[in-house]
């Protein structure tokens, strides 16, 4: 009784054992799957996708549409195609999501680090893929081709900047030389002068302004007299613009043009009236150009001056008065 009850506790722990062995052969197995992408509690399907080349990308990478990760890379193995080598993708398509056919399988970096990742970009087509379908191969630049391709301009214009440099800096120092150094000292020194000047003339128009403080204070006064006085005289001011522009508005109405054009006429006549003048036509061009006018007006005035003398020696030759009977005129003296 004691050896069957030993015997019994015996077989007891080898199940025991047997069924642990077997659970972790189990565990293992579904772990192994699960890190290589088999789930084998849910339904895959699985899709195909042929690229030139990988670029880095490995088993288990996951599988996602717009970030999200809806299965992951299960098997990569390389096969001839065309007399060329590709790389065939499998993978498995763990979620419930509908994929259109002609959509890219685009291979892209998940991280700064290079890791790989295969994104799905949807196309516009209507009916979708089933399990076994092949996707088309996309692939995004690497970090290097981005950085290169972006870094590339920017070199060129660094190359360029540089160079432009170096070529001023060799004009800089073709033009720097001595003289120049010395006509540079000479400017700056010249312009030291210059500011301490400014300086103290700064100082003496602050002097002149506090010493004549009252002598401001008193001009603005009278202006501020002046503009109280305008302010005052405003009615008569706007009187005397009023007239000025009535007597702009009478001159603007006034014929000018008319009466311009008559001066010019009368000062052309008279310009023909000085001319005949001074070419001795007519009775006053005569009396200006002929001497013997002249002559005759001096022999009268010289006549008749003696004429005045002689009236004033001998007035009674010219002037007979008689009270007691006429005289003779012609009876000379005695």
Known sequence: MYLWSSNSIFVKKEIKVGIIVIVAIGVFIYGFNFLKGHNIFNPQRKLYAVYPKIEGLLEANPLMVNGYKVGQVNKIELVKRDTAYKVLVTFFLTSDVQIPKGSFAKVISSDLLGSKAVEIVFSKNDQFVADGDTLLPDMEEDLKKQVNRQIAPLQKKAEGLISSIDSVMQVVQQVMNANV????????????????TLERTTYKVDTLMSSEQRAIAAIIQKTNSIVTNIEKNNDKLSNVINNFSNISDSLAKANIKKTI??????????????????SGQGTIGKLIKNDSLYNNLNKSSEDLDKLLKDLRINPERYMHISVFGKKDRNKPKD
């Not at 150094?181 to 301490?196: C, D, G, P, Y």
């Open 181 to 196: 150094r010395q006509n540079l000292i000479t400017s700056f020194e010249s312009i030291k002068n210059t500011i301490m």
């Open 261 to 278: 054009e008559e001066t010019n006429i009368a000062l052309a006549d008279a310009n023909k009236i000085l001319a005949q003048v001074n």
